[in-house]
């Protein structure tokens, strides 16, 4: 079944204690990103990655970090947490850019 | 304001009646995406509209676009309940940063059994 898995679903955790959310994806496709859903503001996208190697800021990259070491991976880093990150976070993968996504399920994280 | 925004924020209508839902947005873009959000979860993709049209069609939904006015409208006939969810526009520009995908701030969907 074509995917996107986000890991963990939910989190708690404390103001500076590193965290990694984890993204895959089994569609072979190129783009990936994270997103973050704030009530009344949407979803903002953090980072995007064209393809392996390839990344870029959204509109949020501020406090996060990512890296494409292989194609179906791209994980979300918050090297030093703080409550401003509490939210609801998305993965999402298309074939290209420009084209429609797939998302995960979610992350719920609660920087305390 | 933010780029792709939706309008109304929120919509309560009976079941069997038609929901529409707009989105503005304020560059230039290649295409014009819909998504559907249940509550809690991932989006979900419904249309895809590219700039050099101005309407298309999926089941019972019905998507419009006009380019002179940065505007798209989605129209969902016939509501069910579980037509229930927010409803998200995302545009894709058509020039530079191609890769960015701006979502609006969505209008959520109530419908009436």
């Known amino acids: 079944e074509a995917q996107v898995t986000q890991n963990p679903r939910y989190l708690i955790t404390v103001t500076g204690k590193k965290l990694t959310v984890t993204c895959s994806q089994n569609?072979?496709?190129?783009?990936m990103s994270w997103y973050r859903q704030d009530p009344g503001l949407g979803l903002r996208q953090i980072y995007y990655?064209?393809?392996?190697?390839?990344?870029d800021k959204g509109d949020v990259p501020e406090g996060y970090k990512v890296s494409r070491k292989e194609k179906r991976n791209f994980p979300l880093i918050l090297e030093s947490p703080s409550p401003n990150q509490t939210s609801l976070y998305f993965c999402?993968?298309?074939?290209?850019?420009?084209?429609?996504?797939?998302f995960g399920d979610g992350t719920r994280l609660s920087i305390l | 304001s933010q780029q792709g925004e939706e309008d109304p924020q929120a919509l309560s209508i009976q079941e069997g009646e038609n929901a529409t839902m707009n989105c503005s947005y304020k560059?230039?873009?290649?295409?014009l995406q819909w998504y559907r959000q249940n509550s809690g979860r991932g989006l979900v993709h419904l249309i895809l509209?590219?700039?050099?049209?101005r309407e298309k069609h999926s089941g019972r939904l019905r998507v419009t676009l006009d380019t002179s006015k940065k505007s798209s409208s989605l129209l969902i006939t016939a509501s069910r309940a579980a037509d229930t969810a927010s409803y998200f526009c995302?545009?894709?520009?058509?020039?530079?940063?191609?890769?960015?995908?701006?979502f609006g701030t969505g209008t959520k969907l109530q419908v009436i059994p």
């Open positions: 999402a993968s298309s074939l290209q850019g420009r084209q429609p996504q797939h």
């Open positions: 995302a545009t894709v520009p058509n020039s530079g940063g191609y890769q960015k995908v701006t």
């Open positions: 990655s064209m393809n392996v190697e390839v990344t």
């Open positions: 560059t230039s873009i290649n295409n």
């Open positions: 569609m072979n496709h190129e783009y």
């Open positions: 509209i590219r700039s050099n049209e």
